[in-house]
């Protein structure tokens, strides 16, 4: 079964969109999410296509806060390049959503970065939807650390130690 027909299983679309979303896809050279997208078939939904059909849990991050603890894991550099975002550290384990689980580049970087934290990681299938979500939080980090490095500087202003 592919991906198209994981979709019509899951009555998200017709069988009768599979030839035309195949076509458009092929004649366009657009990847078939984005089309599936502009047929109105949510993030979410394609997602959960996704976790069926590779049999890798799928996980919604709606409305959660990933810490700055967390997001140090993955630079966000790697997560935007990668599509790949962590979530959490359970159990010693670091549980990363990734977009697209085909992708052996992505796939090598979790296992650099895993060993680099000395740390196993667990993968679960986050929607584009949600994988933007985190990016967004990679944001207030850059914030927070820029706020921090400006505060350390301002107590180190030349002429301003006393001896």
């Known amino acids: 079964m592919n ?18 979303i195949q076509e458009e896809s092929a004649t366009s050279g657009r990847p078939l999410e984005e089309i599936l997208r502009e047929r109105g078939v949510t993030a979410s939904s394609i997602a959960r296509a996704k976790s069926e059909l590779l049999n890798i849990p ?9 810490s700055f603890d967390i997001l140090k894991f993955i630079p966000e550099e790697s997560a935007v390049h990668y599509k790949i975002i962590p979530i959490n550290v359970k159990d010693g384990v670091l549980e990363v959503g990734v977009v697209d689980p085909d992708n052996i580049e992505a796939r090598d970087a979790l ?24 990016l967004a939080q990679y944001k207030g980090l850059t914030g927070e650390v820029s706020k ?13 130690v006393e001896v």
């Open 58 to 66: 799928s996980i919604s991050l709606e409305d959660r806060e990933i």
């Open 148 to 160: 921090a490095v400006g505060e350390l500087e301002s107590e180190f202003v030349p002429g301003s």
């Open 111 to 134: 296992n650099f970065i895993s060993s680099k934290a000395n740390m196993p990681f667990k993968v679960y299938i986050v929607s584009e939807d949600d994988f933007q979500k985190v």
């Open 3 to 20: 991906f198209l027909e994981t979709l019509v299983k899951q009555n998200i679309i017709t069988a009768d969109d599979v030839a035309y």
